[in-house]
Structures are given as structure tokens and as C-alpha cells.
């Protein structure tokens, strides 16, 4: 659900809301930035830095534009709408989060962003090892 005031196009409002909503996704997930010993740029290439492509997109993905929300004093009470949805992608990162945590007890998940599977599998390790339950009756899963 997204506040663009009163639409003006909503094809063009729903392509920007799904399309900032992928690019926050990339950006929280997999888009890391990688420097060698000598300080040198290493993910300065397609093949080394991985942005989303048309996979990454969430096989159910519903955009629902909020109604009778125009804003008054603008240009047909509508909203922004091209920059927000990117924020809204902090769920996924989230929600990886939680996933992690059900991999024990521990206070803490300490879970890098971009939260890539790398990220995602030391954060798994750490709450394993510093779960408060006896391992024998830790959770089970994979990554």
C-alpha cells in the first residue's frame, strides 16, 4: 500500500513503487561493495557487483495505491512516489532477520547490510553460538 496522493497515472505510479521497492531490495541484499588489501575498488564490474534482475523480483508482489489521499497545494494533489518505495524494501532486510533469529535464542542478530548470503550465513553462525538454549535443542535449518 502507498500514499501518491490523488494518482496520476497509476500505471507509471505502480511501475515506480515496484521499481524502487527491486532497487532497495538490491541494494539491502546483494549490491556490496568490495575493496582489496590495497584499498583498490573491486566491484566495479556487472560480473562483481550484483544488482536485481528480473529473478529477484518477488514471485507475489501486489502494489495497491492508497485512495482519496490527494494533497492539497500541489499539481493535482498528487505525491512523491519515484524515491519512497526504496525504503520500503527495509522489510526484506527485516524479515531475513527474523529468519535468522529462528536459528536459536541469541539477543542479538547481527546481520551486515547489504544482508547478502554471506552476511546472512555469519549472522546464522553467531546466533548459534551465542544462543542462550543448550545445542542439542537448537533449530535446524538451512540457508
Known sequence: MHDVGESINSLVDRGQIEGGFVQGMGWLTMEEL??????????????????????????HFE?????????????????????????LAMSVREAIRAAVAAFGQANYVP??????PEATLRAIEYVRA?????????????V
Open 130 to 142: 551465542h544462543s542462550r538454549v543448550p545445542a542439542d535443542s537448537q533449530l535446524t535449518a538451512s
Open 63 to 87: 502494489v495497491h495505491l492508497l485512495e482519496r489521499a490527494a494533497q492539497d497545494g500541489v499539481i493535482y494533489g498528487s505525491k512523491a512516489v519515484g524515491e519512497p518505495p526504496l525504503m
Open 34 to 59: 568490495v575493496w582489496d588489501e590495497q584499498g583498490r575498488f573491486r566491484s566495479d564490474a556487472p560480473s562483481t557487483y550484483k544488482i536485481p534482475t528480473i529473478s529477484e523480483i518477488p514471485e
Open 111 to 116: 546481520l551486515a547490510a547489504p544482508a547478502t
